[in-house]
Each structure stands twice: as C-alpha cells, then as structure tokens.
C-alpha cells in the first residue's frame, strides 16, 4: 500500500491484482499483458482509469467510504500535474513487486 497526496489530503493508493484485474477486464486486456507491458500508464485515458481503481482499492482496504471517479482524477491531474508521474512511478513499482511474487509461485504446488 502507497500513498499520494492529493488537495492536501493523503491518500492510500493500491495496485494490486484486483485493481490490476478490473483495469484489464475494463479494457479489453488480458491480466498478463496488463502486468508485462506499460498499457495501463501508456496515456493519460488510461492512467485516469488505472489511477480511479488504485485509489478506489486504496480507500477499501484501509476501510475508508470515498470513492473516486476517473473524472475526479482528472480534476486531480489538472490541479497538480505532478500527480501523473508521481502514480506512473507507483503503479511501476507495484507491478515490479507484483511480477516479483507470481514469480516466486511453483506451479507444481
């Protein structure tokens, strides 16, 4: 779990497999090609999209009601661009620590 600070506030922020999943389903992509390629922060559409979903996710494992739309992302994007690659920089580390653990699973048991 990260965090982003967002109007002033600090926000947890979470790519893990579910936001990874939703992203994928919403998008037409496959799970492997979502975790191997930069697609998901490719551009600004769908860093938006993945950016909803990491905050959303965030917000429900800390047991938090907010939600989040991908038009309040952009709201957040206009107002700090910064916010972009500071999530670009994120959702790369997450998914490297992601791939790092499905690597470490014997699919022999």
């Not at 779990?1 to 919403?26: Q, S």
């Not at 709201?75 to 959702?91: G, H, M, Q, S, T």
């Not at 653990?101 to 699919?107: A, E, N, R, V």
Request: with cysteine.
């Amino acid at each position: 779990m990260r965090e982003i600070t967002i109007r002033g506030n600090v926000c947890p922020i979470h790519f893990g497999l579910k936001a990874i999943n939703d992203f994928a389903k919403r998008t037409g992509k496959d799970f492997s090609t979502t975790i191997t390629t930069t697609d998901a922060i490719a551009t600004f559409e769908s860093l938006a999209g993945i950016t909803a979903l990491g905050l959303n996710e965030g917000a429900r494992q800390q047991g938090l009601k907010e939600r989040y739309t991908e038009d309040d992302v952009w709201d957040f994007f206009d107002e700090n661009p910064r916010l972009v690659l500071d999530v670009a920089d994120i959702f790369r580390e997450s998914i490297d620590a992601l791939t790092q653990k499905l690597g470490d699973i014997d699919p022999n048991g």
